[in-house]
């Protein structure tokens, strides 16, 4: 797309939080190669050095990357200094430490989106607005169990098992998906009770996969991809019995969790896309308040086995789980035209394409299984 028809003027400032993470270096990139300028908040200047001195090293040189330290997001005012003179804000930080306790989680998590949308509120600049959401915000993926996701889709129920009493043990994903759901729905409720003058936009995502952009980021769910290639098939993110057992008596549906693998349950999508719909979101004028769905139901563990066997044809896979068929379906339409809009593209990026471009990248330097969804 023309910058003439962006929202925002090439050039413009934008401001995207979390800017060490996985997606974000994406999202960076893509933002850099159109003409905009970024400011990325960090909590550490001197661990997130590599975005400066390498990564983005000659768009540092040019004025165009620079970082500012917010090192706790919960804090009140944490991103005002941070906001300055931007037109644009990606809000991507969020709580990734998988800590089962939600009083650990979820409140810091919603003090981060409060302070982040009153800077945006304050800095008179700003005209778009993009967080990063989840399919978890949306959804609970069940085994054998048909469900639809559209723009109206909440994860209730991983808010009330979050919530529920003590013992915490094993409850990080739900309670990640709790953070999700609340921060996206108070962002929300922000936009109805203040009527900003920026535009907001939602970008869903499920598991993505793909190139890393550097060896120090932390891997995320990429780790899946190197772990499997190496032959470590814990690397199948199999989250039996250790992460739910508590709720075994508790929770009668999270039975059927227990009995799946958590790869079952997913779909898959390249990073690239993921952040190019986060690029759509900020910069297209004729998107505002949508909950864009980033991902493809078709895009299965079965087809992601059937994938790696292809590409790497001498190596055996068998300690990897048989898959089930996942019966979700999601309305993604708006997100697939975005995709076509502003990249050309007729569609997802292919899994075994995905597969191919991870391990065609950096390689990381620890291997974490990490994910996000």
């Known amino acids: ?18 800017a060490t993470s996985f997606l974000s270096t994406h999202i960076i990139q ?7 300028r970024v400011r990325g908040t960090v909590r550490d200047r001197a661990r997130a ?3 400066v001195d390498d990564l983005f090293k000659n768009e540092t040189s040019s004025g165009a990357f620079e970082l500012a330290v917010v090192e706790d997001m919960a804090v009140a005012h944490a991103f005002d200094e941070a906001a300055r003179g931007v037109t644009g804000i990606v809000h991507v930080a969020t709580d990734v430490s998988w800590s089962g306790d939600p009083n650990v989680v979820i409140p810091p998590s919603l003090a981060g989106m409060k302070n982040v949308l009153e800077a945006a509120a304050k800095e008179g600049s700003v005209k778009r607005f993009v ?3 989840s399919v978890a915000a949306a959804a609970m993926p069940i085994p054998n169990t048909k469900w639809h996701m559209d723009k109206t889709s909440w994860n209730d129920l991983a808010v009330q098992i979050a919530w529920a009493p003590p013992p915490y043990d094993g409850r990080g994903p739900l309670v990640y998906s709790a953070a999700k759901t609340e921060s996206e729905k108070s962002l929300w409720k922000f936009v109805g009770d203040e009527n900003p003058r920026f535009a907001v936009n939602t970008v869903l995502a499920f598991l993505f996969v793909g190139p890393l952009l550097h060896e120090k980021q932390n891997p995320s769910t990429a780790s899946m991809i190197w772990g499997i290639d190496s032959g470590n098939t814990a690397f199948h993110l199999d ?15 999270l039975c059927s969790l227990t009995k799946s693998n958590f790869a079952d349950l997913v779909a898959y999508i390249d990073i ?3 952040a190019n719909l986060h690029v759509a979101a900020l910069l297209d004028p004729t998107v505002n308040n949508e909950r864009i769905q980033a991902w493809d139901e078709t895009n299965t563990w079965d087809k992601f086995v059937s994938a790696f066997q292809k590409i790497r044809p001498e190596k055996s896979f068998s300690g990897l789980p048989e898959g089930v068929t996942m019966l979700g379906t999601v309305d993604n339409k708006l997100g697939k035209d975005l995709l076509k809009k502003w990249t050309g593209q007729d569609d997802w990026i292919s899994v075994e394409e995905s597969i191919k471009r991870t391990l065609d990248g950096k390689k990381p330097a620890q291997l974490t299984l990490g994910y996000s969804y």
Do not use: H, K
């Open 1 to 18: 797309m023309l910058s003439s028809m962006s929202a925002l003027p090439e050039g413009s400032l934008v401001l995207l939080t979390g």
């Open 239 to 253: 989250v039996q019995s250790s992460e739910f057992t508590s709720f075994r008596e508790r929770e009668t549906i």
């Open 49 to 51: 050095g590599w975005l």
């Open 131 to 133: 967080y990063t959401s």
């Open 30 to 36: 893509q933002l850099l190669r159109r003409g905009y």
């Open 272 to 274: 690239a896309d993921v």
